[in-house]
C-alpha cells in the first residue's frame, strides 16, 4: 500500500474517476463480489463524486498530499485494491435506514446519512461507524483500520449470507470477536462493535427459533460480552463481571467459556496464583487464544 502512495508523492493522474474502473452501483452485487473476494465494501452516496471530493494521502516519509477522489485514477485503483466500492443510490436510502433504525443507536445512524466514505463488511453494516472530524478524510488511515482480509470469516459470511437466522447471526458474530484480535488495536473496537450487531441479531432471532436450550444462549451472550471486555484490554472489568456470577447458575454448555474467561482474566491481571488454579481446566486451543489476547495487551 505504502508503495502506491509514495506513487502519489510524486505524480497524480488527472484522468476523471468515470475512466477509470466504475463503482458498483448495486449494493446487492457489491457484497456478492466481496464475500468472494474477501473484502470490505468502500461506499459513498450518490452524488458525492459529482464534486471535488479531497482526500488525504500519506507516504513512509509522513509527507502528506491532498488529492481529488474523483479525479484521479491511481487513487481509484488504490481503492480497488483493498475494497469492493460502491455508489449507494439515493433510492436505497429509505430502505436502508428503516432497516436499520430498528437496532441501531443514534451514531450509527448519523454515520449512514452523511456525505462521508463508509466501509462495510459484506452484509453492508457499518464498521467505521464513530464521526470523522477531519475537514478532509485520510485515505490512508482508512486502508490501515479497514483494508481488511476477511478470509477468516469467510465460512460464518457465507453461511450467514445464505440463511439468516439466530446460529448463522451466532456464529458470525462470535468470529468477529476472534478476529478483533488480529487486526490493528486501532480497528479492534470498531470490530467488537460489528461482531455485537450480530448478537443482537442472533438475541432477535432466539424468540422465534426452535432453539431448546434458550437460557443457556442467553448466558452465553453475557459471557461473550466479558470476553469483549478481555481483547479490548479491560481485565478489572471483566473481573468484577465474573465475581458477580454464581457458579451454581453456569450452564453446563457454557462452563469451558466460564473457565476460560477467568484464566485469561487473571492471567491479564498477573495473579499467577488464580492462573494456576485454571489452567488445567482448558485445552491446549483455549490457552493458546488466551495467551493470544494477553499478549495484544501486553
Given at each position: 500500500?505504502?508503495?502506491?502512495?509514495?506513487?502519489?508523492?510524486?505524480?497524480?493522474?488527472?484522468?476523471?474517476?468515470?475512466?477509470?474502473?466504475?463503482?458498483?452501483?448495486?449494493?446487492?452485487?457489491?457484497?456478492?463480489?466481496?464475500?468472494?473476494?474477501?473484502?470490505?465494501?468502500?461506499?459513498?452516496?450518490?452524488?458525492?463524486?459529482?464534486?471535488?471530493?479531497?482526500?488525504?494521502?500519506?507516504?513512509?516519509?509522513?509527507?502528506?498530499?491532498?488529492?481529488?477522489?474523483?479525479?484521479?485514477?491511481?487513487?481509484?485503483?488504490?481503492?480497488?485494491?483493498?475494497?469492493?466500492?460502491?455508489?449507494?443510490?439515493?433510492?436505497?436510502?429509505?430502505?436502508?435506514?428503516?432497516?436499520?433504525?430498528?437496532?441501531?443507536?443514534?451514531?450509527?445512524?448519523?454515520k449512514l446519512k452523511d456525505d462521508s466514505?463508509?466501509?462495510?463488511d459484506a452484509n453492508g453494516n457499518i464498521?467505521?461507524?464513530?464521526?470523522?472530524?477531519?475537514?478532509?478524510?485520510?485515505?490512508?488511515?482508512?486502508?490501515?483500520?479497514?483494508?481488511?482480509?476477511?478470509?477468516?470469516?469467510?465460512?460464518?459470511?457465507?453461511?450467514?449470507?445464505?440463511?439468516k437466522n439466530v446460529t448463522s447471526a451466532?456464529?458470525?458474530?462470535?468470529?468477529?470477536?476472534?478476529?478483533?484480535?488480529?487486526?490493528?488495536?486501532?480497528?479492534?473496537?470498531?470490530?467488537?462493535?460489528?461482531?455485537?450487531?450480530?448478537?443482537?441479531?442472533?438475541?432477535?432471532?432466539?424468540?422465534?427459533?426452535?432453539?431448546?436450550?434458550?437460557?443457556?444462549?442467553?448466558?452465553?451472550?453475557?459471557?461473550?460480552?466479558?470476553?469483549?471486555?478481555?481483547?479490548?484490554?479491560?481485565?478489572?472489568?471483566?473481573?468484577?463481571?465474573?465475581?458477580?456470577?454464581?457458579?451454581?447458575?453456569?450452564?453446563?454448555?457454557?462452563?469451558?467459556?466460564?473457565?476460560?474467561?477467568?484464566?485469561?482474566?487473571?492471567?491479564?491481571?498477573?495473579?499467577?496464583?488464580?492462573?494456576?488454579?485454571?489452567?488445567?481446566?482448558?485445552?491446549?486451543?483455549?490457552?493458546?487464544?488466551?495467551?493470544?489476547?494477553?499478549?495484544?495487551?501486553?
Amino acid at each position: 500500500m505504502k508503495k502506491h502512495v509514495l506513487i502519489f508523492l510524486i505524480a497524480f493522474s488527472s484522468i476523471g474517476i468515470c475512466n477509470a474502473q466504475e463503482w458498483f452501483t448495486s449494493l446487492d452485487v457489491a457484497k456478492r463480489l466481496a464475500l468472494v473476494q474477501d473484502k470490505m465494501l468502500l461506499v459513498m452516496w450518490q452524488n458525492t463524486l459529482d464534486y471535488t471530493y479531497p482526500v488525504r494521502l500519506i507516504g513512509d516519509d509522513k509527507v502528506s498530499v491532498v488529492v481529488d477522489l474523483n479525479k484521479n485514477d491511481e487513487v481509484n485503483n488504490l481503492i480497488w485494491d483493498h475494497f469492493v466500492p460502491v455508489i449507494l443510490l439515493e433510492s436505497n436510502y429509505e430502505k436502508l435506514y428503516n432497516d436499520a433504525k430498528k437496532n441501531r443507536n443514534v451514531l450509527y445512524l448519523d454515520k449512514l446519512k452523511d456525505d462521508s466514505i463508509k466501509i462495510m463488511d459484506a452484509n453492508g453494516n457499518i464498521l467505521n461507524v464513530k464521526t470523522n472530524t477531519a475537514e478532509i478524510e485520510n485515505l490512508t488511515q482508512i486502508i490501515n483500520r479497514y483494508g481488511l482480509k476477511t478470509t477468516f470469516l469467510k465460512h460464518e459470511l457465507n453461511n450467514y449470507s445464505r440463511d439468516k437466522n439466530v446460529t448463522s447471526a451466532f456464529n458470525l458474530a462470535s468470529k468477529y470477536l476472534d478476529y478483533a484480535v488480529y487486526v490493528p488495536k486501532k480497528t479492534r473496537e470498531d470490530i467488537t462493535d460489528l461482531a455485537n450487531i450480530y448478537f443482537n441479531e442472533a438475541k432477535a432471532y432466539l424468540a422465534n427459533s426452535d432453539l431448546k436450550n434458550k437460557a443457556g444462549f442467553l448466558q452465553r451472550l453475557e459471557f461473550l460480552d466479558i470476553k469483549k471486555l478481555l481483547i479490548l484490554g479491560n481485565p478489572n472489568k471483566a473481573r468484577r463481571l465474573l465475581k458477580k456470577i454464581d457458579t451454581a447458575d453456569i450452564d453446563i454448555t457454557n462452563q469451558t467459556l466460564y473457565n476460560f474467561l477467568n484464566y485469561t482474566t487473571f492471567k491479564m491481571l498477573e495473579k499467577e496464583e488464580e492462573v494456576a488454579l485454571w489452567k488445567d481446566k482448558l485445552s491446549p486451543i483455549d490457552l493458546k487464544k488466551a495467551e493470544l489476547i494477553v499478549n495484544i495487551n501486553g
